[in-house]
């Protein structure tokens, strides 16, 4: 059984090219069409279609999908396992992460777990909360970091308790205050974090009745911190987004807090591959430094 075709099936259904599948496989385009007829033939089945967009997958082929997937999975258990009866750490893990954690936090806990495992690849997928838990749900990755309640569809542990904060310009009218009055958001002018899907931030000021007054709004975290401590503006999000400052600015606690967790997430019911719980472990332990 070759099982890189199951690895070409599944790539091609997820990029709908076979250009971009055999750019993330690092083969060419003729080898994974090759992989994909060999298949075809072999089930006696047509996988893809082609339309203006490229390709589509056909419902025979959306019906393989999930085995495909469960195929490929148990095998990369398996080469997990003999590798590690060999004493030898190698071998692909897939990690998915909302984009401010995988921008601030995961840099230095991958550099930490490469220390030990070097040999092992790891596969960073970015995105929001919604995109980050469908991509686990549907097996493509092997586990995530997501926000309660969100979290808490799957098998997980806590891994990060966070809070909202205020940053604002060193010289700052609250420079000298313990806590940041959530109130002030409607009359300073306020540097906003573009919220895509989760309108956690929005949310929490809707509660406390402020409106606040937008005077810039931006995509970049190291924008709007940049911003701030120009005397721009200031700007309201989590502290982990802020984690490690190095901006001249400071970080005031709010006079309303508002909590969340971050948790790591696998599958329910799922066997999960040695090396996978490895990383598991290790990301939990940096967790602690940071905490």
């Known amino acids: 059984m070759n099982i890189q075709k199951y690895h070409a099936f599944l790539k091609v ?9 055999a750019a993330d496989m690092g083969y060419t385009q003729s080898a994974v069409s090759k992989m994909i007829m060999e298949l075809e033939k ?11 967009d490229g390709l589509a997958i056909t419902p025979d082929g959306t ?24 004493g030898l750490a190698q071998g692909t893990i897939r990690l998915g992460a909302p984009f401010s954690i995988s921008a601030n936090i995961l840099p230095g806990a991958l550099k930490e777990f490469q220390n030990h495992y070097p040999n092992i690849k790891i596969e960073l ?11 686990l749900h549907r097996g493509e990755i092997d586990l995530c970091i997501l926000p309660t309640p969100l979290a808490d569809r799957y098998d997980s542990v806590e891994l990060f308790s966070d809070s909202l904060v205020a940053a604002v310009p060193m010289d700052s009218t609250y420079a000298d205050t313990r806590v940041f009055p959530v109130k002030a958001f409607s009359t300073e002018n306020t540097i906003r974090l573009k919220e895509i899907e989760d309108y956690d931030i929005t949310n929490f000021l809707e509660h ?4 606040p007054h937008i005077a810039y709004e931006v995509s970049d975290v190291n924008v709007m911190l940049s911003m701030v401590e120009k005397g ?13 400052l190095r901006y001249q600015v400071l970080i005031k606690p709010l006079d309303k807090t508002r909590h969340r967790t971050l948790k790591l997430c696998v599958r329910n019911n799922i066997a999960i591959p040695p090396l996978v719980d490895v990383f598991r472990q290790s990301l939990k332990e940096y967790a602690k430094t940071l905490n």
Do not use: M
Not at 71 to 84: C, G, M, N, P, Q
């Open 13 to 21: 259904a997820q990029y709908k090219s076979i250009s971009k599948a």
């Open 63 to 86: 019906a393989l999908l999930e085995d495909a997937r469960r195929l490929l999975h148990d095998y990369e258990r398996l080469t997990y396992t003999v590798s590690a009866l060999h």
């Open 125 to 135: 997928v970015e995105g929001e909360d919604a995109d980050i838990s469908n991509l």
């Open 42 to 52: 072999e089930w006696a089945l047509t996988l893809f279609t082609r339309n203006h």
């Open 208 to 211: 406390q009745k402020v409106v």
């Open 232 to 244: 721009l503006g200031i700007c309201l999000d989590y502290a982990l987004l802020f984690k490690p």
